[in-house]
């Protein structure tokens, strides 16, 4: 299992863990809550990593995803990216202020993408909502998600490498 490092995120995954135990939960045995707890704790660091994951590679993410995947209409690549593996470690001050452009660049970039698209692009990665949130949210179904996720990241790859962000 992973470790958070930093104390004050650490203390934000334990209290927002416990937040969804008394919201879901409350009405268990008391017995049982240590358990629900430990399960809910977990997914919630898994949580935490994937959102770091898919925030720290921006810089490479989208140039890289810029070849498509004919496999699946469905196929998201942002699913399927490893976790840097120094995601905890302090960034190069050169390296965040080309995570600042590219940032700033992706969400003009943004604004040119279809409504629907868009909408599940930031859903599901800005505001950190997984696949069956997004799709109740949307009023669509999780495949409709998918499709519109893997579209607007392909889209938006071409256009970071039109304006020459590479990896």
């Known amino acids: 299992m992973f470790a958070v490092r930093d104390e004050d995120t650490a203390l934000d995954v334990v209290q927002d863990a416990m937040l969804k135990l008394a919201e879901h939960y ?44 004919e496999r699946d ?47 599940a692009f930031l859903l599901r990665y800005w505001e950190e909502l997984d696949v069956a949130e997004t799709a109740a949210a949307m009023g669509c179904s999780e495949g409709s998600v998918k499709t519109h996720c893997s579209r607007a990241v392909h889209a938006l790859a071409d256009m970071l490498k039109a304006r020459g962000v590479t990896p």
């Open 26 to 69: 409350a009405g268990k045995p008391v017995a049982e809550l240590p358990m629900l707890f430990q399960r809910i704790l977990q997914n919630a660091i898994r949580d935490h990593f994937r959102r770091l994951r898919v925030r720290s590679m921006w810089t490479t993410l989208l140039s890289a995803l810029g070849q498509k995947d």
């Open 73 to 119: 209409e469905d196929y998201d690549p942002l699913e399927t990216l490893p976790a840097r593996s120094d995601s905890n470690a302090t960034a190069d001050p050169a390296e965040l202020a080309g995570q600042t452009q590219v940032i700033a660049a992706i969400e003009q970039a943004l604004t040119r993408l279809p409504a629907r698209q868009r909408e």
